[in-house]
């Protein structure tokens, strides 16, 4: 890993061009083999004796527990869960080059996913890592997410991560301001924010963790774009991102919004806690996977990385395997010449506070009553639809399609119970703090953002 | 219990006395006689075999349990805590006479309470009352807390109790406009708002639950007061409700002070679970109480409760008395003639997500290096000093002193590391949403409003 001095020039043009030799180059770089191996040969990760958990003998990473949930004082089932207490930071590095906003991407390749290289944030660093406890090469730009000079930080929040699989993770989202001229090394790339938010719509390129620090970045808007093609739709959106109340075209005021969340949360009698893996009923261990016997949500497998060229050139670990591919849609729909989209307060084991703001379709987690909507293969109310991963370190081949369908005008304004139409700002203003927005409704965020 | 159609006359002036015969009244019906008994004397309440916890036989109201935290891996004690995993409302009725905003106060006499009767909201339920499964009477006015017709939430967010005596509890905190002819039964009084925010500086009378709903409560606050006695610190005092950000005269912008408690949740290692209370070490239990070796802390006692004239006229039950009086403060400074109050991020083994932002000084919890500074003698320093109870259902005679001190000039504006100062109005920003500002700075924030 080198530093490459023209990678920073200020006066070269953040072009697509640009960015594919530079990802062409990554890609040639990183030779990447994954296999899937019998539990027995992880060499670091071992079945604790007492409660038959996985884990690595370090005690750090992350860990496969078992999970109860109960529905007030019902019993409703136990199953594996990864616990990972540690809070990692997710950042951007932003700089402005002529006005025009550039962030740091890193090309990062994880064992989990289906093409190896994705678009990562500058920073990727566990707790272990930020407090300075851990051995090991340093990671590279961290120290612009912690110091306090030098400076200015956008975004810092704490936020969700798949409530069906983690145990009440969290990552810290960052987005950093920092001078234009700071070393540019062979993993990363300065890229205008408006292709990085363009790239959203090619498959498995943009990662999970940088759709969900993009999410949180506070961005202004589309300018209203009558006349061009799209020119209504792009209007109601521009609308969207500054509708913050019923002054300004959303049907809810913000204190409605936070009363029905809150409602929700009050209502809903789940709760969930860890118990030991050799406690989970009707899921088996064989030599090479922990399964249900059904089949249908998720295993949990071992497999081996062989990576040379790396600084760690193999290693193995174990990792969920979801069992088909996840669906995420916003339902949008225009009212009074605002884009809202439709949101679900949706409870989930793993998730910190017990629920949070999903989108109108969230499997797994809860399709509701608009799966057929969700689906429709109608392309005059397509506005967005792409394959995207969830994050390779701990989840293989987990994909999940993300859709915009914006709904007929027939389709009813009037929301069931447990869902709230919201504009796009009303997004942006809860996702500024942390534990609203489930990370498949981040994804979706981000992707509105990709629509202009 | 009856009505009293004269009560809601919508022509009587909502004056100090018109509050003080009212409330002489329901004193005198209000006998009340609390006696601590022996553990084996509570007929509801048996130490569970298993884990040693003192439970009730319906499973429901609360627990005595154990606690065991946590600094990262490194243990930092055990030591019993109340669970109660129900979710309570705690509400105001709020009306409109002639311009002049009313809330809907109840006399409420617990048996906690070191003199019976407190200012409580109008509805103080659990989820029990909330999802109508408990039988007994109906809960005054809980309707307007649920339906969606006739009404108007002003505030609806879950908020924290104390974080050193309970294990995650929270309530769900509201404010609800409604027409200003409903019944008034005895035990309510429409009470002008401003009146109740004065009664504030009388010690022991306005409760914690009051309090907490009154800390979310959307002040516009005072009218500049140049000229009058104490101009200067109004003065300071009404910018501080408008001062969101440093272009109205805040010393932090919203991002920093969230990008602050961010770090300092991130840095934080504290973590706690449950245990049984039988695994809680250097506690011991007698006939009548359990308690620690050191004594300093708390002791779990129980009591019987003999109220002629009530519903239930007797009852007994497990309370928790703390050794000593509570002390929160806020250390206040003028910055460009707006006031900031001192604040600190505080791990608690019983916050839900870790820490919370608290007072200055808070203890039980943590003093910090302005202890001195805090207990002030100099009375030009001080702006409020009064005794006030926390919750009587729960705690024994658990009085806490609550003070705000204004800072010569010579204090020093920079923050360590664990604080940051914050105006009135970026308080009252954060506490729209749960779970950021600790019960009792939530206590010591409407003590603020009763400043004008």
């Given at each position: ?32 083999q ?21 884990r ?16 007030d ?35 990062k ?62 990552n810290?989202?960052?987005?950093v ?12 790339h ?64 913000e ?22 893996l ?35 050139a ?46 109108t ?12 909507q969700?689906?429709?293969?109608d ?11 969830e994050?390779?370190g ?37 996702v ?21």
């Amino acid at each position: 890993v080198t530093e490459n001095p023209a990678a920073n020039a200020l006066d070269v043009p953040r072009s697509l061009p640009d960015f594919e030799s530079w990802w062409s180059r990554r890609q040639e770089a990183c030779r990447f083999q994954v296999s899937q191996i019998p539990f027995r040969a992880l060499d670091q990760w071992y079945f604790d004796q007492d409660s038959g958990n996985l884990r690595h003998r370090s005690g750090r990473f992350f860990a496969v527990e078992g999970v109860w949930q109960r529905e007030d004082t019902a019993d409703a089932g136990t199953r594996p869960i990864l616990h990972q207490s540690e809070v990692g930071i997710l950042g951007f590095l932003l700089r402005e080059v002529r006005g025009v906003p550039q962030v740091l991407v890193q090309a990062k390749a994880e064992p989990g996913n289906i093409n190896g290289l994705q678009i990562s944030p500058t920073v990727q660093a566990t707790r272990s890592n930020y407090m300075r406890v851990h051995r090991g090469a340093d990671t590279r730009y961290l120290e612009y997410f912690q110091g306090r000079d030098n400076r200015r930080v956008l975004v810092d929040s704490l936020q969700s991560e798949q409530g069906e699989w983690f145990f009440r993770k969290r990552n810290r989202n960052m987005l950093v301001m920092v001078r234009p001229d700071i070393p540019v090394y062979d993993d990363f790339h300065w890229l205008d924010l408006g292709l990085l938010r363009g790239l959203l719509g090619v498959e498995n390129l943009v990662g999970m963790d940088a759709r969900s620090v993009l999410s949180c970045t506070p961005f202004s808007g589309p300018r209203a774009a009558a006349g061009r093609g799209q020119g209504e739709f792009l209007d109601a959106l521009a609308a969207s991102y500054t509708a913050a109340g019923p002054e300004t075209g959303a049907l809810h005021t913000e204190t409605e919004i936070l009363s029905w969340f809150t409602e929700a949360k009050a209502a809903s009698g789940l709760t969930a806690q860890l118990i030991p893996l050799n406690q989970v009923r009707d899921w088996t261990r064989s030599e090479t996977e922990i399964a249900d016997s059904a089949e249908d949500s998720f295993k949990i497998l071992a497999v081996d990385i062989d990576a040379p060229g790396r600084e760690v050139a193999s290693w193995n670990q174990p990792m969920l395997a979801p069992a088909g591919r996840g669906i995420a849609v916003f339902l949008a729909r225009r009212v009074n010449g605002v884009l809202h989209v439709l949101v679900q307060a949706l409870a989930q084991h793993g998730l910190r506070d017990g629920l949070e703001v999903a989108p109108t379709v969230q499997l797994p987690g809860a399709a509701g009553s608009f799966l057929e909507q969700a689906l429709t293969e109608d392309v005059t109310q397509v506005r967005f639809d792409t394959v995207l991963s969830e994050e390779g370190g701990r989840f293989y081949h987990a994909l999940t399609r993300y859709r915009v369908i914006e709904t007929a005008e027939a389709f009813p304004a009037e929301a069931p119970e447990a869902y709230c139409w919201l504009t796009v700002r009303q997004l942006m203003d809860l996702v500024r703090h942390g534990h609203y927005l489930t990370v498949e409704a981040r994804s979706l965020l981000a992707c509105l953002h990709s629509l202009w």
